[in-house]
């Protein structure tokens, strides 16, 4: 069993950042992959960052390439999402999700535990 919480999320401006992090608990971090979703009102739960379970191996969805950074530390069992650059369509509750095998995957299906979210709100 893993349990995770994220924590970092906040109301920030347009053009800001904020570093979203994801505690693990339970089984040894390292043996899972680790992504980050979101879900706003109203929208399906979408993919926007994973990493292995070594780090060598992200994948970011293409509106987040370039302006989000997943990284892990798997001394401190815990994964980060940084973004910048956030725009008002960033806006919604940011879950960190922890997939069995040590891959990444941008597919939710494959990730077995989530956590309870953090609300990121971008203004205008």
């Known amino acids: 069993q893993v349990q995770l919480v994220e924590s970092g999320g906040g109301l920030v401006q347009a053009g800001g950042s904020l570093r979203l992090s994801c505690l693990s608990s339970?089984?040894?971090?390292?043996?899972?992959?680790m992504g980050w979703f979101r879900q706003a009102p109203g929208n399906e739960r979408e993919f926007v960052a994973a990493i292995s379970w070594s780090g060598a191996a992200t994948y970011y969805t293409d509106s987040g390439k370039g302006r989000a950074t997943i990284s892990r530390d798997n001394a401190k069992n815990t994964v980060y999402l940084q973004m910048n650059s956030l725009k008002p369509d960033d806006t919604a509750v940011y879950y960190c999700?922890?997939?069995?095998?040590?891959?990444?995957?941008?597919?939710?299906?494959?990730?077995?535990?989530w956590g309870q979210g953090t609300q990121v709100t971008v203004s205008s």
């Open positions: 999700a922890a997939a069995p095998g040590m891959v990444a995957s941008t597919t939710s299906g494959d990730y077995d535990y």
């Open positions: 339970g089984r040894t971090f390292s043996l899972y992959g």
